[in-house]
């Protein structure tokens, strides 16, 4: 995929071989403008050609969403179309990373291996972690950083019995993709003695934390800022098809008016960034240059280019680290007197913004370890983290992919499977074998079917069969001790009329359902309207199955036997 993205990109902005986009200079300024708009309408044209297919106009599955939805099921056909959609628009320019692609490809090959070979639902899961990890290790070269993607954000947790096979998936990756095509590390210093100017203590862990903070704040409004350009978009009523288009031209003029820095992923920028050349910035050029990227970004994504803000991330942390380092010493002087860099900041900021819209603060963590083979300014990364992540969390409560999913209707906080309290559902755990009587039935008449003894809940039904409500014998047998046989009727005995199940609602629904019933038993019925009675669930049967599913994910967790 970066073979053929860089081709593309070549081709389009006619460059020398080999040449990043984003770090080029002199680049013609119609292909500047007009490159992205092209490369829009070849994914609109193509995307309204195959949405003509009923098979691909649902939405495609991700990792994420298929490890904590469907036990690790994906389609691999659905995988290649956006893997094809995501080459098309960062080789085109669009400000979006090839990691969404990378990871969506790896995991639906993964997943579909699974399949065929049958693997149970735990088992499957942890494979798709693996695909997500060997891309993200060979994207980067940094296989701890891929290990660790899976974890926090493909798997959503920590676990032995997935260690050994996750952290063997990065390394093949990441040694696999070393040999096969040669990459340039993510940041390179010539100097390691540059990007501190003296000794690190754990005083420097103090503006660290201020970056963190700025970074949360930042990475918030990024993806408010995606979902603004969408709702955008769609109040325009632009037909799809020429919506990427559209967001194509702005992204070239903004390339045009700012720099060819804001194009694809950002790549070359970054290393531009860290490069003893590109250390000449003042604070107005870095704040111009980080608005136009966040809202390149924020453009690309919302008219309907295919990728991530993994790498755009990075590049916009980079620059606000760097803007940190000018701004923050003028509005705090004593900020000045610590012995970090610029280039120190940029480090701790890459990370720090990365984890406020990707999430996963040990990935970002291990992520500065790999680049920069210092343990000192990873400490300071991970303080920085921390804040970033934490701060997220308690103002937003989302990361990018996951506030994707909050605005799709999904309760999805991470890749922790949720699938499987989906799947119990009341359907599944109800008894079927239920006679239900007529509401009509004389009182003395039940009572006589049904004798203290017999099954303690009886369900009645109208004369159109629709559910009137549930009547407990020991009850109806005291309230006709009770009035002496006289003007008792079945009706006057009944309990629960409003209150019932309906055979979609998962176990959690249900038990939510009993608590506020105050009941032991409801009736599962179907029809909306016609509430015609299919079946009956108990509380305790239901919190029976729900606590031994618990048990269940706890020993898969932790690497236990069934």
């Known amino acids: 995929m970066s073979v053929v993205t860089q081709r593309l990109r070549e081709l389009l902005y006619r460059l020398p071989a080999g040449t990043r986009l984003s770090a080029s200079d002199g680049i013609d300024p119609l292909a500047l403008l007009l490159a992205p708009c092209l490369g829009g309408a ?15 106009r649902r939405a495609a599955v991700d990792p994420i969403e298929a490890n904590a939805l469907h036990g690790g099921r994906m389609s691999l056909r659905d995988s290649l179309w956006v893997a094809l959609q995501n080459v098309i628009s960062n080789g085109s320019g669009a400000s979006v990373g090839l990691e969404a692609g990378y990871t969506q490809i790896c995991a639906g090959i993964s997943s579909r291996l699974g399949i065929s070979f049958e693997m149970r639902r735990a088992d499957l899961r942890t494979l798709v972690g693996c695909g997500a990890a060997a891309a993200i290790a060979a994207a980067f070269g940094a296989p701890l950083t891929g290990a660790f993607y899976a974890f926090e954000l493909i798997i959503g947790t920590y ?42 203590t754990s005083a420097e862990i103090l503006p660290s934390l201020a970056l963190g903070l700025a970074c949360a704040g930042l990475g918030i409004l990024i993806m408010r800022g995606v979902t603004l350009v969408e709702r955008l978009v769609q109040a325009s009523r632009i037909p799809q098809a020429a919506a990427p288009a559209l967001g194509g031209l702005c992204v070239g003029a903004l390339a045009l008016a700012a720099s060819p820095q804001v194009l694809s992923g950002g790549h070359g920028a970054l290393h ?51 803007l940190f380092a000018i701004l923050a010493p003028m509005l705090v002087p004593p900020l000045a007197a610590f012995g970090l860099t610029p280039l120190a900041y940029a480090v701790i900021g890459m990370s720090a913004l990365a984890v406020a819209v990707i999430g996963g603060p040990l990935t970002m963590t291990f992520l500065a370890l790999e680049a920069t083979g210092s343990l000192p300014i990873t400490g300071l990364v991970l303080a920085a983290v921390l804040a970033s992540s934490l701060t997220v969390r308690k103002t937003f409560g989302y990361s990018f992919a996951t506030w994707r999913f909050h605005l799709r209707g999904e309760s999805i906080r991470s890749a922790h499977d949720v699938g499987w309290i989906r799947n119990l559902t009341v359907g599944r755990l109800m008894r079927r074998d ?119 994910q706890r020993r898969t967790i932790a690497g236990e036997p069934g």
Do not use: W
Request: hydrophobic residues 50%.
């Open 159 to 200: 676990a032995i019995a997935t260690l050994t096979p996750v952290v063997v998936a990065a390394l093949c990756g990441s040694l696999v993709a070393q040999a096969l095509v040669p990459a340039e590390p993510l940041v390179a210093f010539d100097n390691m003695q540059a990007v501190v100017t003296s000794r690190v």
């Open 434 to 552: 239920v006679r239900p009587v007529a509401l009509d039935t004389p009182l003395a008449s039940f009572l006589r079917a049904h004798p203290i003894g017999s099954p303690s809940r009886v369900i009645v039904v109208d004369g159109a069969d629709r559910y009137a409500g549930i009547v407990l014998v020991p009850e109806a047998h005291a309230a006709l001790r009770d009035a002496d046989g006289r003007g008792v009727t079945l009706k006057d005995v009944l309990r629960h009329p409003d209150e019932f199940l309906t055979p979609e609602m998962n176990a959690k629904e249900a038990a939510a359902a009993f608590d506020a019933s105050e009941s032991e038993a409801l009736a599962v019925v179907e029809g909306g309207d016609r509430r015609r009675v299919i079946g009956l669930l108990t509380e305790s049967h239901t919190l029976k199955r729900y606590s031994d599913e618990l048990e269940r």
């Open 272 to 322: 531009q960034h860290f490069a003893d050349a590109g250390q000449g910035y003042d604070a107005g050029a870095l704040a111009i240059l980080f608005l136009a990227k966040a809202v390149a970004s924020a453009i690309s994504i919302g008219a309907g280019f295919r990728g991530g803000l993994f790498f755009a991330s990075l590049f916009l942390g980079a620059l606000a680290g760097k």
């Open 42 to 56: 070849a994914l609109g044209l193509l995307v309204l050609l195959v949405g003509r297919a009923r098979a691909m």
